[in-house]
């Protein structure tokens, strides 16, 4: 347990579909990360949030939204998906955006029919 | 454009072998370089470097950064099967406004066989 919770473990959606990921920390960080985590690439960073403000956003389509109410929870709103976006997608935080340890949740496998 | 590549891709060695694994990076911006565990899902944080030359212990692992020839190395001795999983190298792109964005790697895969 790195105290980094996500929810759905597993996703399988149709392309006209819209869900949810949440992503929720236990430990009082600051900073907050979306990744993902496709066969045989490496993690890819899509998204970046400090004290509930986006910093950073990585040429992720518009099609993945993400929402920060506030410093515990993430959420990543999906519609309209490919599926070339089947992936792994990871959440992580950390106590702060100069701190370097990221503490990564077990992610959800999303399916996309 | 910033890249990391760890080498080799995958590697399979038997209960009580010693492995190393490789990290190298090209970044613009270089703060810190950081080794994960990956058995599942979550990654777990093995080892932050920031200094040339200094090695990094815990237990059976060990980690040490070159910054002159930009890459780090990954030493894990008397391999154990619960050993098995990906390595995951990151490095810290400061960047412009500190972002805090870590660039990986593609992973080794280690194979632990009894």
């Known amino acids: 347990e790195t105290g980094v919770t996500q929810t759905p473990r597993h996703l399988v959606m149709g392309m006209t579909n819209k869900k949810s990921l949440k992503c929720e920390q236990h430990?009082?960080?600051?900073?907050m990360y979306w990744y993902k985590q496709s066969a045989k690439k490496p993690l890819e960073l899509m998204f970046v949030?400090?004290?509930?403000?986006?910093?950073e956003n990585n040429s992720v389509p518009s099609r993945f939204s993400p929402e920060c109410p506030n410093s515990s929870h993430l959420f990543l709103h999906l519609h309209t998906l490919q599926p070339e976006d089947s992936a792994l997608y990871l959440c992580a935080s950390s106590q702060h955006l100069l701190a370097n340890e990221q503490f990564f949740g077990p992610g959800t496998r999303l399916t996309v029919l | 454009e910033d890249k990391v590549v760890q080498s080799p891709l995958s590697l399979v060695v038997h209960e009580g072998d010693t492995v190393t694994l490789n990290c190298s990076y090209e970044?613009?911006?270089?703060?810190?370089l950081l080794w994960y565990k990956q058995e599942k899902k979550a990654p777990t944080f093995l080892f932050m470097l920031t200094s040339s030359g200094i090695e990094k212990k815990s237990g059976r692992l060990s980690s040490i950064l070159d910054k002159k020839e930009l890459f780090s190395i990954l030493n894990i001795t008397a391999t154990q099967t619960g050993d098995s999983a990906v390595y995951l190298c990151a490095v810290e792109d400061r960047g412009s406004g500190n972002t805090g964005k870590l660039i990986f790697g593609q992973g080794t895969t280690l194979q632990v066989k009894p």
């Open positions: 430990l009082g960080h600051n900073a």
């Open positions: 970044v613009t911006n270089f703060r810190s």
């Open positions: 949030y400090n004290f509930k403000e986006q910093t």
